[in-house]
């Protein structure tokens, strides 16, 4: 076991460059600039919400849906139920389903109500162009 611990930076440096051992800091970097770059959005939602759940499927269709010009590759939904938190059920009670984009500093942004009438290929356009902004 010893030996094998011992061999791990060897092994390393065997891909990192001219042999030198790789930049763990630059890696780290990296996975948190693709992980900035994601988009995410919240569906605050409940159960037995109909036009929730419609909704719901949509934006899991318009996410998966590829070979077109509004692709969403890195679409993160987040579910939150609003019976779970009293904070959420004042504010959204008869708002829902309410869709927020998460900024890159964490806070929301309440995006315009999408019906879940609506095609898989309009929710998808309208998606991609609040991350296009």
Same mark, same amino acid.
């Given at each position: 076991?010893?030996?094998? @611990?011992?061999?791990?930076? /060897?092994?390393?440096?065997?891909?990192?460059?001219?042999?030198?051992?790789?930049?763990?800091?630059?890696?780290?970097?990296?996975?948190?600039?693709?992980?900035?770059?994601?988009?995410?959005?919240? @569906?605050?939602?409940?159960?037995?919400?109909?036009?929730?759940?419609?909704?719901?499927?949509?934006?899991?269709?318009?996410?998966? $849906?590829?070979?077109?010009?509004?692709?969403?590759?890195? @679409?993160?939904?987040?579910?939150?139920?609003?019976?779970?938190?009293?904070?959420?059920?004042?504010?959204?009670?008869?708002?829902?389903?309410?869709?927020?984009?998460? $900024?890159?500093?964490?806070?929301?942004?309440?995006?315009?109500?999408?019906?879940? /009438?609506?095609?898989?290929?309009?929710?998808?356009?309208?998606?991609?162009?609040?991350?296009?902004?």
């Amino acid at each position: 076991m010893a030996a094998a @611990l011992s061999a791990l930076p /060897r092994a390393a440096s065997r891909f990192a460059p001219c042999g030198r051992r790789p930049n763990f800091r630059a890696i780290c970097a990296a996975a948190a600039a693709g992980e900035a770059s994601k988009q995410r959005l919240v @569906l605050y939602t409940k159960p037995g919400c109909c036009l929730c759940d419609g909704l719901k499927e949509k934006l899991h269709a318009a996410s998966l $849906l590829a070979g077109t010009a509004y692709s969403l590759p890195s @679409l993160e939904l987040q579910e939150r139920d609003i019976t779970t938190n009293p904070e959420w059920e004042r504010l959204y009670q008869y708002e829902i389903p309410v869709l927020a984009k998460v $900024l890159p500093d964490g806070t929301e942004e309440i995006l315009p109500r999408i019906s879940p /009438r609506l095609s898989v290929e309009l929710i998808q356009k309208k998606i991609y162009s609040v991350f296009d902004q």
